[in-house]
């Protein structure tokens, strides 16, 4: 039987560097600018959004890039899961600058075009704990794990149903937004904290969403690479 193919198949090989970074950058704008807009209408209009709104802004997003440009770049949209990838060997070391570069550069120029169309709205799309610091490093970090766990089972193992990659990554982000959301803001990723931060000038607590989801996602690729099947542990079909 063929060997089916696993997210992290594509991108292809024949892909250059340059459509990878680009298909990054298009991607990670549209998900800061659906991630924060969610929060910010919300501000401006009373809570129309809720937070089910909130959480579906972004869980939407991240199913809708998965699934239109997983196979150009692998969408990572995110540096933490661009780390935890090259650590765990799914990806090269030398082209995670160059993604990291795409996915800043887009957090901070959507985050401005946020600002731009919302002014003055913008404090609403910055993630900020409303716990202590200590309770939201560590939910960061519980859910930033929980999101690589499943983005390392769809995207690494041929045995994982790949197919619905976006479907299963963007409801594990919905689900983190609805449990951590009105606590730490449930960033998971760097730059959706980076770029409103930028553009509204509020940078209170920002390091937390810089090292927490590193380490959540680090530990969560790690632990999936740890528990899955072996290929000599999966038993073979039994002849009729």
Same mark, same amino acid.
């Given at each position: 039987?063929?060997?089916?193919?696993?997210?992290?198949?594509?991108?292809?090989?024949?892909?250059?560097?340059?459509?990878?970074?680009?298909?990054?950058?298009?991607?990670?704008?549209?998900?800061?600018?659906?991630?924060?807009?969610?929060?910010?209408?919300?501000?401006?209009?009373?809570?129309?959004e809720t937070l089910i709104g909130n959480a579906a802004c972004s869980g939407l997003a991240v199913m809708i890039i998965v699934l239109s440009i997983g196979h150009i770049s692998g969408a990572h949209l995110n540096p933490s899961v661009t780390v &935890?990838? =090259?650590?765990c060997r799914h990806f090269p070391w030398a082209?995670?600058?160059?993604? +990291?570069?795409?996915? #800043?550069s887009a957090s901070i120029c959507a985050s401005f075009v946020l600002k731009g169309v919302?002014?003055?709205?913008?404090?609403?799309?910055?993630?900020l704990?409303?716990?202590?610091?200590?309770?939201?490093?560590?939910?960061?970090?519980?859910?930033?794990?929980?999101?690589?766990?499943?983005?390392? &089972?769809? =995207?690494?193992?041929?045995r994982a149903v790949?197919?619905?990659?976006?479907?299963? +990554?963007?409801?594990? #982000?919905?689900?983190?937004?609805l449990v951590a959301g009105p606590t730490s803001g449930a960033s998971m990723n760097p730059v959706r904290t980076l770029g409103p931060a930028v553009a509204a000038r509020n940078y209170k607590a920002l390091w937390i969403y810089f090292i927490a989801p590193t380490i959540g996602a680090l530990v969560g690729s790690c632990t999936y690479s740890l528990v899955k099947l072996q290929d000599e542990e999966v038993e073979p079909p039994r002849q009729v």
């Open positions: 039987m063929p060997r089916r193919k696993c997210f992290t198949d594509f991108p292809s090989p024949g892909v250059s560097l340059t459509r990878k970074v680009g298909a990054e950058f298009v991607g990670t704008f549209m998900l800061i600018f659906a991630a924060a807009a969610g929060p910010i209408v919300n501000q401006k209009y009373d809570g129309v &935890a990838f =090259a650590a082209h995670v600058p160059a993604y +990291i570069a795409a996915q #800043v919302f002014h003055p709205f913008m404090s609403g799309g910055v993630t704990p409303s716990v202590s610091y200590g309770q939201a490093f560590a939910l960061e970090v519980l859910i930033t794990f929980n999101l690589m766990f499943v983005i390392t &089972a769809v =995207a690494t193992d041929t790949g197919e619905m990659a976006g479907i299963a +990554i963007g409801g594990t #982000v919905m689900l983190n937004i």
